[in-house]
């Protein structure tokens, strides 16, 4: 299922309307926190901008449940993008209507113009026709740059394709999909997944579809702990997901039944409270006391986990190893995010699935250490389940 990019698009004089994914955080004076997607989409609107097109930008931000609402406005975003650009980036108070009708009409080649939220109006999730049709009008081609959204089919990212002939890939999403989709598909082996975090609900999915197709599978995080459970372990006070108790056994008998190789932590790192100065200790993963909650992987874990790692060609990374957001649990994690840097380095393929991992290698330092991270949480895990995004299906094949 190739897709054809941008480059294969004419675009000159075209009103180019590109999905970009400008769900940026903003604090309470509005202003924005976190640019790493507004960076990330700088290639496509900055190509639009040099072949002489006319760049229309549509994204939605945070859930403004189809009502306008100014702590969910766009235009923060226009003020920061017309920074990065180092030019003026027109902005519409809506994404519909005479306004933004009679902007577009006065574009001239190489500008750019940002429209309000798309989720202002409850069309956009509810991926309404007539919406969609009222959102194609501004483009005589549709690029989609927003990964992050392609998992869901709403009117910006799917519904508008079917009113536009011409619907292309642009260079983030080519990167995407790339990387999540050709080289994990055709990895260099062995190829190792990590995965950790809070719930196991939204990664079983994913851990059924990579038996069989990674060499090693680790887990750590919070999520383990439901697996020490349905091995009969005592684990305190430690995160467990009771409904996901049966499936954990399930995955652990097609384990043992697999060629992949299944790690689970050894020795975890336990407080009393889930607190940053909540007093820890080390200990066995088999001697858990009732009275504690594991929030981090132990030092001998972390040498099981980075000594599989940096044997590895291809690593795909999604979730954090503890606690990370507080010091005394952020071992596990930064040792993750660090040792991922050192085998780029010795040329493997190294992929971080957005959300929090992506945040944890940001603070790391060490974003630009790996191969790819990716800037969709959700749409990751979708393409890790094998599932096809509707945003990506919905463009024109090659
Ligand atoms: P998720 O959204 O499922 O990827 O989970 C991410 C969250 O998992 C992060 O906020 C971590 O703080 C949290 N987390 C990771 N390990 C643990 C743990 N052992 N106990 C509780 N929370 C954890």
């Known amino acids: 299922m190739k897709k054809i990019t941008i480059d294969e698009v004419h675009l000159k004089?075209?009103?180019?309307?590109?999905?970009?994914?400008?769900?940026?955080?903003?604090?309470?004076n509005l202003n924005v926190t976190n640019d790493i997607r507004i960076r990330a989409s700088l290639p496509t609107i900055n190509k639009i901008i040099k072949d002489g097109g006319k760049a229309i930008l549509m994204s939605h931000l945070g859930r403004p449940k189809g009502e306008r609402n100014t702590k969910f406005s766009l235009k923060p975003v226009s003020v920061r993008l017309g920074e990065l650009l180092n030019k003026e980036v027109k902005f519409v108070d809506d994404c519909i209507g005479e306004n933004v009708s009679a902007?577009?009409?006065s574009m001239k080649p190489g500008d750019v113009l940002l429209l309000e939220n798309v989720r202002f109006?409850?069309?956009?999730?509810?991926?309404d026709a007539e919406f969609s049709e009222e959102l194609a009008k501004w483009g005589d081609v549709y690029i989609d740059d927003a990964f992050g959204s392609a998992h869901r089919a709403h009117a910006s990212t799917e519904g508008v394709t079917r009113f536009?002939?011409?619907n292309a890939v642009g260079y983030l999403m080519k990167k995407e999909l790339d990387y999540l989709g050709t080289a994990l598909a055709n990895p260099e082996r062995p190829y190792c997944a990590v995965l950790g975090g809070a719930k196991i609900s939204g990664k079983i999915d994913v851990i059924n579809n990579l038996i069989n197709k990674v060499d090693t599978l680790i887990i750590g995080g919070g999520m383990a702990f439901t697996f020490f459970k349905a091995q009969g372990k005592e684990i305190g006070k430690s995160l467990l997901d009771e409904e996901k108790l049966e499936m954990a056994k399930d995955l652990l008998n097609k384990f043992d039944k697999s060629e992949t190789n299944f790690l689970l932590p050894v020795d975890v790192v336990v407080a009393e409270e889930f607190k940053n100065d909540s007093p820890a200790e080390t200990i066995s993963v088999n001697n858990i006391p009732a009275s504690k909650m594991g929030l981090d992987i132990g030092p001998e874990t972390i040498k099981l986990f980075t000594d599989e790692l940096l044997k590895?060609?291809?690593?795909?990374?999604n979730g954090p190893m503890g606690v990370f957001e507080m010091d005394n649990f952020a071992k596990g994690t930064f040792a993750v995010a660090e040792t991922l840097a050192i085998v780029t380095e010795k040329g493997a393929v190294t992929v971080v699935g957005g959300g929090d991992s992506a945040a944890a290698i940001s603070w790391a330092g060490l974003s630009?250490?790996?191969?790819?991270?990716?800037?969709?949480?959700?749409?990751?895990?979708?393409?890790?389940?094998?599932k096809t995004l509707p945003g990506v299906a919905a463009l024109n094949d090659v």
């Open 103 to 105: 902007t577009v009409n």
């Open 121 to 127: 109006h409850e069309g956009e999730t509810k991926n």
């Open 368 to 386: 630009d250490k790996v191969s790819h991270v990716s800037t969709g949480g959700g749409a990751s895990l979708e393409f890790l389940e094998g």
């Open 13 to 28: 004089d075209k009103r180019v309307l590109v999905r970009v994914d400008f769900n940026v955080p903003l604090d309470e």
């Open 312 to 317: 590895s060609k291809t690593v795909v990374w």
């Open 164 to 166: 536009i002939d011409t």
